[in-house]
């Protein structure tokens, strides 16, 4: 089953000081070779797309619980953690405004020294980065974009937006979902209401919307520009008016001549085509609601742990040796373990048992 989710997370400015990003890429390592040693790399891919508990290992990196940057930094310290690790049998790439528009070419040169293909990977990054941008019209504008792989092409997504109207920023979680275009997002976690109004164009219960929506790319522009001119015209209902409020039906027709020329036969097709963002679907759904009939959807597809404090002191400072102590205990074990020591793994997996709640 595909898991992903959401998380909103106040904006914060600032960065992790040297000292501590260098300790934050080192347990990353530690941690996500302890991962891949013991479950292989379904088990990381699934942890990294649950966003409780990819807010947890943030947490336990040392970073502000309640921060935005959370997301950015400890994707980042993955990424540096394992750059240096070619057997890893897992590549990171993407990452923060510019780098995040890097990804394609980051995994078509990773793909290229390991043999794989790249193409469909490369497809998958943009076309969840296009769902979350578009097709979840939810006020949160994407700026990072990390994309996780291994070489049998299983993938994951981390992603954020943010919301500068309200100060809030929200994540986005994907694990190779079988559809891009019916709930790709099925765990929820974060705020309710962040954002005061939602188009969710991939939501289950819009399946014929987006059909009709589909139908109509494959129709000349003309068609949608009418109905979407006559619609402006008339008194429509609230939520109708603030999404046609900047729609300009002259601007759209281009738009739309792109996808009439690609013939989309589904709408991940109508995902896929360039220049078709959230204004185009948007009136494509409109047209499909209003004229045939075929309602799409408002639904808003949207905790922690503390080990070793935060940057900003909260909930406390940064315990620099207990931080380092943990790094060395981690990495002694995964040592051992790939020695075929396992006993110390063993052990600490029994406490975890006997520790948890009945």
């Known amino acids: 089953m595909a898991r992903t989710g959401y998380a909103d997370l106040p904006l914060h400015s600032g960065r992790a000081p040297r000292w501590l990003f260098e300790r934050m890429t080192a347990l990353a390592r530690e941690m996500a070779l302890a991962m891949l040693t013991d479950e292989g790399a379904d088990g990381l891919l699934r942890r990294l797309a649950d966003p409780i508990w990819f807010q947890a290992f943030g947490c336990v990196l040392g970073f502000d619980w309640h921060s935005s940057g959370l997301t950015t930094t400890a994707c980042a310290a993955l990424k540096e953690g394992l750059r240096g690790v070619p057997d890893a049998g897992l590549v ?14 980051e995994i078509e040169g990773a793909c290229w020294s390991s043999g794989v293909d790249a193409a469909p990977l490369v497809l998958a990054s943009r076309l969840s980065a ?49 559809r891009f275009d019916s709930d790709p997002h099925a765990a929820i976690s ?10 969710n164009l991939v939501a289950a219960e819009a399946e014929r919307n987006r059909e009709v929506s589909t139908a109509l790319a494959r129709e000349e522009p003309n068609v949608v520009v ?39 036969n589904s ?23 209003l004229t045939y009939g075929e309602p799409t959807s408002v639904r808003d597809p949207v905790s922690y742990s503390f080990a070793h404090g935060g940057k900003d002191g909260t909930p406390f400072p940064v315990d620099r ?9 981690v990495e002694r074990a995964v040592a051992e373990a790939r020695l075929g020591r396992n006993d110390k793994v063993e052990a600490l997996r029994r406490l975890a048992r006997l520790s948890a709640p009945a």
């Open 92 to 105: 990171i790439a993407g990452g923060k405004g510019r780098t995040s528009r890097r990804t394609p070419q």
């Open 321 to 329: 040796a207990t931080y380092d102590a943990t790094i060395e205990s």
């Open 226 to 264: 009418h109905d979407l001119r006559r619609m402006r015209a008339l008194a429509m209902p609230r939520r109708h008016q603030v999404r046609l409020s900047d729609v300009d039906p002259n601007r759209l027709e281009r738009i739309l001549l792109h996808a009439y020329e690609a013939q989309p």
């Open 190 to 199: 974060g705020t309710v209401g962040a954002s005061q109004e939602v188009l």
């Open 267 to 289: 709408y991940t097709d109508l995902l896929a085509v360039p220049g078709v963002g959230a204004k185009a679907l948007r009136a494509l759904s409109l047209v499909a609601e």
């Open 130 to 178: 296009k769902v979350d941008s578009a097709a979840v019209q939810d006020g949160f504008q994407v700026y990072h974009h990390t994309f996780v792989f291994a070489n049998d092409g299983r993938w994951a997504v981390i992603q954020q937006g943010m919301c500068e109207a309200n100060g809030m920023a929200r994540r986005y979680h994907w694990l190779h979902p079988p």
